[in-house]
């Protein structure tokens, strides 16, 4: 009797361990699944490890008063620049001129003109003028004196909110409409940049020297390029001049303008003037990297179409810039 039940005992045992392998072996083979099931992967048959993200998986969500967003520090710095007028904000919110993004596109004349905004878009036009004549861009003259078959060139407007605020209003040639051979040769249709090691090596030099510097956007640049004496070249009177001027009158260009094919190596070769006048050296190394030696220390600059960039000690630096305005 006591061998029987040990028997079935035994006989039973060895049932629960095999089910419970293969309940095991179950288990192991959904979990197999699951993992193939969760494991994506390309068509090459790499796995493909998905970000991870930082609210949601690390419960950053969790902290109280969660937010993204400038630190005291980036507040208070561009607080300061808007209050200084220095820069035009391009970020997104950060010139406080603006609520929506869709306000800061391009617009032409007769579109800015049909806005609400009507009257600083005018006022942005007479200022426009304003640095024209400042500038002895043109000189107006009669219609019958523009010599037969001379190509009259048209402009347009580029019109844009600032994210400051501001409104600007830029007339442009239309560049297309000039002839070559006649307005321009193929030598000057060029923009001079400084080479991407110089502007490297410069930054450099101002972190290890301690340097001061300063980026320049010269207001105005490209009318204040020269063209040459032989170049005739005639503009109709643009939209927003007409008051201006009588409807038989055209503008002579007596500088570039902005859209002009050759208005960036004019703005160039007046740039290398001035530093001629200002007693700077031009390297054999980059044609747009400038250099003088004062008592106090080297003064460098570097120039890129129409921005420029000058550093050394502090006061050489406002000698520098002064120098330049002059």
């Known amino acids: 009797m006591s061998d029987h039940s040990e028997a079935g005992e035994r006989s039973g045992t060895n049932v629960h361990a095999e089910e419970a392998r293969e309940n095991d072996d179950g288990a192991e083979e959904e979990?197999?699944?699951?993992?193939?099931?969760a494991i994506e992967t390309t068509r090459s048959g790499r796995a493909i490890t998905k970000p991870t993200r930082l609210i949601e998986e690390y419960g950053a969500s969790g902290y109280d008063n969660y937010s993204i967003g400038l630190t005291e520090a980036e507040q208070q710095y561009y607080k300061i620049m808007r209050e200084s007028g220095e820069f035009a904000f391009v970020g997104a919110g950060l010139g406080g001129g603006f609520t929506n993004t869709s306000e800061l596109?391009?617009?032409k004349y007769k579109e800015a003109m049909a806005s609400s905004d009507r009257d600083k878009w005018q006022k942005a036009v007479d200022e426009e003028h304003e640095r024209m004549l400042k500038h002895n861009v043109w000189k107006p003259v009669l219609r019958k004196d523009v010599p037969e078959g001379a190509k009259i060139l048209t402009s347009t407007w580029a019109m844009k909110k600032k994210a400051n605020g501001t409104y600007c209003a830029r007339m442009n040639a239309r560049g297309y409409e000039q002839v070559d051979g006649e307005h321009y040769n193929k030598m000057v249709k060029v923009a001079p940049a400084a080479n991407e090691i110089t502007i490297q090596m410069i930054l450099v030099l101002i972190v290890m020297a301690n340097w001061a510097a300063s980026v320049i956007d010269i207001n105005g640049a490209f009318l204040n390029g020269e063209l040459d004496e032989h170049v005739e070249c005639y503009l109709e009177v643009p939209?927003?001049?007409?008051?201006?001027?009588?409807?038989n009158v055209m503008l002579k260009r007596l500088r570039t303008l902005y859209g002009m094919i050759q208005a960036a190596y004019a703005f160039w070769t007046t740039f290398l003037n001035a530093m001629w006048h200002m007693k700077y050296n031009r390297s054999?190394?980059?044609?747009?990297?400038?250099?003088?030696?004062?008592?106090?220390?080297?003064?460098?600059?570097?120039?890129?179409?129409?921005?420029?960039?000058?550093c050394g000690r502090q006061e050489n630096v406002e000698e520098a810039k002064n120098g330049l305005k002059e």
């Open 31 to 37: 979990k197999n699944d699951d993992e193939k099931e």
């Open 105 to 107: 596109h391009v617009m």
């Open 239 to 247: 939209e927003g001049f007409e008051k201006y001027y009588s409807p």
């Open 284 to 310: 054999k190394a980059d044609p747009c990297l400038y250099y003088r030696w004062t008592k106090t220390g080297l003064v460098l600059w570097i120039s890129w179409v129409d921005d420029c960039l000058v």
